[in-house]
């Protein structure tokens, strides 16, 4: 299992929050999502077998926040 933290700008409350823990734990091989209102992050324990950090980062932009490299 790696660990990542990814950038999550864009969030605004907790339910941005809740919705950006979702997006990232509805990719398989994702175990782990914190993200963090404050840091503009997200920390993700995952199975680099299954799943990158780019993709990651493209679904957070899908949902309608900012994720930059
Ligand atoms: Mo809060 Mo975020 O009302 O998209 S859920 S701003």
């Known amino acids: 299992m790696n660990e990542v933290t990814i950038k999550v700008e864009g969030m605004s409350c907790g ?4 919705n950006v823990t979702g997006v990232l ?4 091989g994702v175990s782990e999502a914190e993200v963090s ?5 997200a920390r993700v324990s995952y199975d680099p077998a299954q799943v990158t950090p780019e993709q990651m980062r493209a ?3 899908a949902a309608g926040f900012d994720s930059p490299a």
Do not use: F, I, N, P
Not at 15 to 18: I, L, P
Not at 25 to 28: C, Q, R, S, T
Not at 37 to 41: I, K, M, P, R, V
């Open 37 to 41: 209102l404050d840091g503009a992050s």
């Open 59 to 61: 679904a957070v932009e």
């Open 15 to 18: 339910g941005c929050v809740r």
């Open 25 to 28: 734990k509805a990719l398989a």
